[in-house]
């Protein structure tokens, strides 16, 4: 198995910052793209960001320009530096890798359990 645990969310003020981190760990075969994922209260959980191992990216159209996704194929780590915070970033966001452990027969996604960011206005 692969398990991703999240961190650095929390409560700031619209235009500021917070940077979250993922570490993947596990029985890891390999880790493909690393993805956040973000869930708004009463709303579908959508792609906030993407990271390919070889270090393609996209990004939701609501966040161009204001996030920037990275990720460290040697410590399986994958951060999203959100800047210039809105009161609509407020949200869950998950962190997903597709992944292989020893365990498993093929690729597979894996989920992290989320970390609260929240923005005041």
């Known amino acids: 198995q692969v398990q991703l645990v999240e961190s650095g969310g929390g409560l700031v003020q619209a235009g500021g910052s917070l940077r979250l981190s993922c570490a993947a760990s596990?029985?890891?075969?390999?880790?493909?793209?690393m993805r956040w994922y973000r869930q708004a209260p009463g709303k579908e959980r959508e792609l906030v960001a993407g990271?390919?191992?070889?270090?393609?990216?996209n990004y939701a159209e609501s966040v161009k320009g204001r996030f920037t996704i990275s990720r460290d194929n040697a410590k399986n780590t994958v951060a999203l530096q959100m800047n210039s915070l809105k009161p609509e970033d407020t949200g869950v966001y998950y962190c997903?890798?597709?992944?292989?452990?020893?365990?498993?027969?093929?690729?597979?996604?894996?989920w992290g359990q989320g970390t609260q960011v929240a923005i005041s206005s």
């Open positions: 990271i390919t191992s070889g270090g393609s990216t």
């Open positions: 596990g029985s890891i075969v390999r880790i493909n793209t």
């Open positions: 997903n890798a597709r992944a292989r452990a020893r365990s498993d027969w093929y690729d597979r996604d894996y």
